[in-house]
């Protein structure tokens, strides 16, 4: 018999969590992970991730994903779900996809719990600029690991080192003390999975949902929070990533406005070398 | 006979290129409008505000929208399309929408032109603020107008007044002329609908769109170019919106990266008193 060690023959938690088997044509089925699990579902990265792979996974797929939005319509319950991944427009080097991730209800009747759209292009050589630098941060190994955080799962399937807007503690019956506004809401992370594994276009997605909501600096009171929608913009190929390896990112999140109910907060994503691999944007819920 | 004047019969342009008629349920049907044309197709704004306008109009719809994604996914030609707008999923006070655009290609198949999700919600009053001041801008009436600089019609729909970063004029055989990279690709300029409209919705998600693609900044040669996604973020209630009237909108946008045929670009618009009203980000196709 083979003696293959038993880390090799496990894959990686973030790979089970993605695992989807094709049902022929659109159509995949999926399982939540509870190595990803959030407050009331799976953490919302991992459901970009999980849209984005039923893409990957499509067997008419053209190119590699340009932008991808995700809207988180509800809830998800621990268990099975369907994934449908349809190619709406197909050019001959851009492709638009919708897709849709359902669960069956209390009834079986299987309700939408998020909707997505997704460009896949391929891309060819030009002109190119970033004008976004790296911010000037200490080394990722220069910089403390602060996982846990807060007591969720998938916080411990990232190795995340904060150089600066680390979460501020609350205790009970602490009293609103907000950041003056002419303090931006900025937080600057070092962030890999954990264990660490190579960069790719799954795990860029779900990496652009790692920042808590700015709120939460702006306003150490706790009040219920969710992303509504996400949208991710994707600057490299494929071949860049395999680049990076395993290597750490550098996060940046920042908040523009908290209006009745809904906040936005831009983020960006360099590899350890500098490159802007990521720019994305989300509209997060909060209460009160 | 009543004698009204020929100016209160007619819709204002922007409403008649927005017009859908039902045909129940999630159905609608319009018509492309050459006072929006483009380059090879309507306005991306135009269209952005269509895919909106079907939300708006449906029976079933829930609060007001927050967030809007449009993909387009191929060029449209002169002449009648269909919309479908699906609310996929609607809780107490949200509601997720994805939403398609067809039209008949020569064999009489319906073919997707423009996909796009959006969420409406219905929202609460709660703390709030805006961390993107108003740039320090003369006032609109202090601006010169200067509209039709390309010779587009859907140009002379708007009154647009740049502050800077104006489109930078090219002649035959000029070389590159690239801005330094620690210059932004900033624009600011006021708008306005001409001739002035009310805001709406609508009208905003056709404002985020004015900004001409960042690499005409960077490279004055130009370049084949197209949006293939656009994201706009509402911050305001259509009362907040009712209140702003027709005055001008100050809007800014600036690119973050130009990689392998796709930039990104984000932009900010703001009332005419300073209150930011839309976040808004985009991805661009450009040649070479």
Known sequence: ??????????????????ALQSQGGDDFLGHTSPAYWNMVGPFGGMLAALALKAVMQHTDRLGEPVSLTVNYAAAMAPGPFQVQARAARTSRSTQHWIIELRQDDAAGVAQTVL??????????????????????????????GASGVLPLEWLKRYDLRFVSGKLPRTAPGETDAPLPLDVPSVTRLWMRDEPPRALDFCSLAAFADVFYP???????????????????????????LKGCGSGFLLGQARGQVFHDGFLDQSAHLWSESGRLLVTSSQIVYYKE
């Open 214 to 240: 700015r709120i939460f600096l702006r306003r150490p009171k706790r009040v219920p929070v969710g992303t509504v929608s996400m949208t991710v913009y994707f600057h490299a190929r494929g071949g860049e």
């Open 115 to 144: 909707t997505a759209t997704a460009l896949t292009a391929v891309r060819r050589s030009t002109w190119g600029a970033s004008e976004i630098a790296m911010p000037d941060v200490p080394r990722a190994q220069d910089v403390h």
């Open 1 to 18: 018999m083979p003696t293959t060690p038993v880390l090799e023959q496990q894959a990686h938690p973030f790979d089970q969590a993605l």
